[in-house]
DNA sequence: CGTCGTCGTTGACCTGGATCAAAGGCAGAA
DNA sequence: TTCTGCCTTTGATCCAGGTCAACGACGACG
């Protein structure tokens, strides 16, 4: 059982770049983004408590039991949410892509640890100059709550998925999600980028490496899907797949 | 596996009877209830979109994919929240006590169903109502975002418990929250209460309900627990239980 | 006060996925 | 180039928890 590494604190962040009114231009990818809730001439006053940042793989953005200083905004890169019984067995809870959101917490304290995956860039709010802007823009509290209610919803398809489906249910359910969130459709030429391990797979499908190998290469063998590479997935027969999951 | 059974649609809510501003009074016996988020003259205005109703066990309040048209307090009684597979596989991902808020929903649907366990009251709120109220009433909001940062805590420590503990472990984990959640101590004289069936604490857990009742008398024979009745459990040595639960 | 249906317990047995072990692939360091 | 360390795959074996089956307790209902 493997103790996660410890990694040096988070650098400083760097002032945003002179003449660049949102350092979080990036957000608007996705529609769950904070940009986004505000309107243009109100931007710069959400620029004036954020600032931008990228750390290298394996850093650390929040620690379970962390007071919740913090809102992030990943722009760029993949992170996982976590959390860790005290003898190591470790649950991933979800992984976040360009335009999530991270940092939602009850009672001022994170209820999970958070770790950049590749490099990621993310665009940082100080918690509390931003419940002061709430207050002036009720739209951004609006947000904040439907992005709550998507990952409320995501969460208890986890719960499904963990506790009632088989390996290759989750495997399958998996799959789909990554395409989903990825945006990459999975065909020949547009496959499947994971950027997690296997580990980081079976930590959040509550399996082992092992089996996780295993129900990829009878996927493959039952040209259900191709692997061009270790981390590149071609989805053969989606149907199937969709199947196999169960409509979620 | 057993499909759930149908029941009838939920009746027609009786008006509040007058002369009773508040039909939701029950709902201040909790911290996270809607009522207790507003100041005292203003309640008459969440009242006024308010109703309260009591239904039978195995009544329906909402349906997985049914409009989000209304908010509950849950005043008295258990309620059970879940997801079903096609084939009728079931996950429970919560339940509801008094003082209890059910309505959160992304894309303006209900993310699962919610069935009564017990006889339930509660207090229904207008969604298209409140949504007006929550411009005037910034608190409330607020107080929705709460109520939705600590579900999603408790459904991360889920995650967890479905993913990565044991049989054992997920009992232990059961049982704490059982005494925390319905504030029942465990004591001889005060034992814990379960409203809910061995089918429901195994669909909770990921388990079968064979598994939960041997973990049960394991319990019992290891002077963990005593169960003077069926549905009441003594907690006969909380530390060990902690233990096994692994500070959940 | 039997009969029926539901719920909980217990035993016997089975199996999906975990565990243990070995080996190949690949990247970065020397 | 080889070496070293990590990640992945595959095979052999094991076991926690699932499945199947029987039975007892209890409440509702005639």
């Given at each position: 059982m493997k103790i996660h590494r410890l990694t040096s604190p988070l650098p400083e962040p760097k002032p945003a770049p002179p003449g660049n009114d949102n350092p979080c231009a990036a957000c608007n990818v996705r529609v769950l983004s904070l940009c986004d809730a505000l309107d243009e001439q109100d931007l710069p006053r959400l620029a004036a408590i954020s600032s931008s940042m990228t750390v290298r793989p394996h850093q650390i953005l929040v620690a379970e039991g962390d007071?919740?200083?913090?809102?992030?905004?990943?722009?760029?890169?993949?992170?996982k949410l976590y959390k860790?019984?005290?003898?190591?067995?470790q649950q991933i809870t979800g992984f976040l892509f360009p335009g999530d959101f991270l940092g939602l917490a009850a009672?001022?304290?994170?209820?999970?640890?958070?770790?950049?995956?590749?490099?990621?860039?993310f665009c940082r709010f100080d918690r509390r100059?931003?419940?002061k802007l709430l207050d002036d823009f009720p739209k951004l509290e609006r947000r904040l709550l439907g992005i709550a209610s998507n990952e409320l919803a995501e969460a208890q398809d986890q719960m499904l998925l963990l506790g009632r489906k088989t390996a290759r249910e989750k495997l399958a359910s998996f799959l789909l999600m990554m395409a989903r969130r990825s945006g990459l459709p999975g065909t020949p030429e547009q496959p499947l980028e994971l950027p997690m391990t296997r580990t980081e797979i079976a930590d959040y499908l509550g399996l082992t490496i092992e089996?996780?190998?295993?129900?990829?290469?009878?996927?493959?063998?039952e040209r259900l899907l191709a692997m061009p590479a270790l981390d590149r997935i071609v989805l053969l027969d989606r149907p199937a797949l969709e199947r196999l999951a169960g409509t979620v």
């Open positions: 007071n919740a200083d913090y809102l992030f905004n990943i722009t760029d890169g993949t992170v860790l019984l005290p003898d190591g067995r009672a001022g304290r994170y209820a999970y640890s958070a770790e950049a995956i590749t490099k990621v860039t100059k931003l419940d089996t996780v190998s295993r129900v990829l290469t009878q996927f493959r063998k």
